[in-house]
C-alpha cells in the first residue's frame, strides 16, 4: 500500500533561514510520481513540483529545490532565505499511475519576521 | 495550466438537509475526476474518484449513499452530501486529471452545517 509520511508537524523559522521539510514514501510500484504542493490560508492547493520514479535529478527552482533519493525512498523540500509571505501548509503526495494521491500529514510553516 | 472551478466556495446549512458542489474544468476535458476531503488541520483524503458516464468509485469507509457523485459530462463532476449532518462539515476538493498525468485542483468548498 502506498503512503507518505511527513514527520514534522509544524515548522517554525525567522525570516531569511533554510528550511527543509521532509517526506518519505512507501511504494510496491516502480512507476510513481511524488508531488509537493503549498496550501495557503485560503485553502487552495498550489502545485510546486511533479517528478517521476526514474528521474532522480535534483531542481532548483529560484528559492525552491528538491531532493529526490530512491535509495532511501526520501523527497526532500528545501526553501533558501525563506521569507513570510512562504507561511502555509506543504504537502507531499504520491501517485502510482491512477492518478489517485496519497497525501502525506502536512508540515505547517511558519516563517516569522 | 488547466482551470478548474468549484461552487459554492463555501455553503452553511443545517442538519438534514442535502448540498451540492459542482466541480468544472474549464478549459480541458477530465474523463476522471477525484473528490477528497480535509477536516481542521488534517490532511487531504481522497473520498471517490468519478468517472465521466460511469459509477464512481469510492475509497473503504465513505458512504456511497450519503456523498452522492455525478459526472455527467467530460467538464463537470457534482458531490451531493444528502442529509448534511454537523459532522460531515468540512473543506471540500475536487481535482480534474489530465493527460499529462497531473491533476489540477479546484479551490475547494468549505460546508459548515448547523
Known amino acids: 500500500a502506498q503512503k507518505v509520511t511527513q514527520a514534522q508537524t509544524e515548522i517554525s523559522v525567522v525570516e531569511k533561514e533554510d528550511v527543509t521539510l521532509d517526506c518519505v514514501y512507501e511504494?510496491?510500484?516502480?512507476?510513481?510520481?511524488l508531488f509537493w504542493y503549498k496550501q495557503p490560508p485560503s485553502g487552495e492547493l498550489v502545485f510546486l513540483i511533479r517528478?517521476?520514479?526514474?528521474?532522480?535529478q535534483n531542481e532548483i527552482s529560484g528559492r525552491y529545490s528538491w531532493n529526490f533519493q530512491k535509495s532511501t525512498s526520501s523527497f526532500n523540500f528545501t526553501i533558501t532565505a525563506s521569507q513570510v509571505v512562504d507561511s502555509a501548509v506543504y504537502f507531499c503526495?504520491?501517485?502510482?499511475?491512477?492518478?489517485?494521491?496519497?497525501f502525506g500529514q502536512g508540515t505547517r510553516l511558519t516563517i516569522n519576521p | 495550466g488547466a482551470v478548474v472551478s468549484q461552487h459554492p466556495s463555501w455553503v452553511i446549512c443545517k442538519s438534514g438537509t442535502s448540498v451540492k458542489i459542482e466541480c468544472r474544468s474549464l478549459?480541458?476535458?477530465?474523463?476522471?475526476m477525484f473528490w477528497y476531503r480535509q477536516f481542521p488541520k488534517q490532511s487531504l483524503m481522497l473520498m471517490a474518484t468519478?468517472?465521466?458516464?460511469?459509477?464512481?468509485?469510492?475509497e473503504q469507509g465513505v458512504e456511497k449513499d450519503k456523498f452522492l457523485i455525478n459526472h455527467a459530462s467530460l467538464t463537470l463532476s457534482t458531490l451531493t452530501v444528502t442529509s448534511a449532518h454537523p459532522e460531515d462539515s468540512s473543506f471540500y476538493i475536487c481535482?480534474?486529471?489530465?493527460?499529462?498525468?497531473?491533476?489540477?485542483f479546484g479551490p475547494g468548498t468549505r460546508l459548515t452545517v448547523l
Open positions: 468519478s468517472n465521466e458516464g460511469s459509477k464512481a468509485t469510492y
Open positions: 517528478r517521476n520514479s526514474f528521474d532522480e
Open positions: 478549459d480541458f476535458q477530465a474523463t476522471t
Open positions: 511504494t510496491r510500484d516502480t512507476t510513481y510520481y
Open positions: 481535482s480534474a486529471g489530465g493527460t499529462s498525468g497531473r491533476q489540477f
Open positions: 503526495a504520491l501517485s502510482e499511475g491512477a492518478q489517485k494521491l496519497v
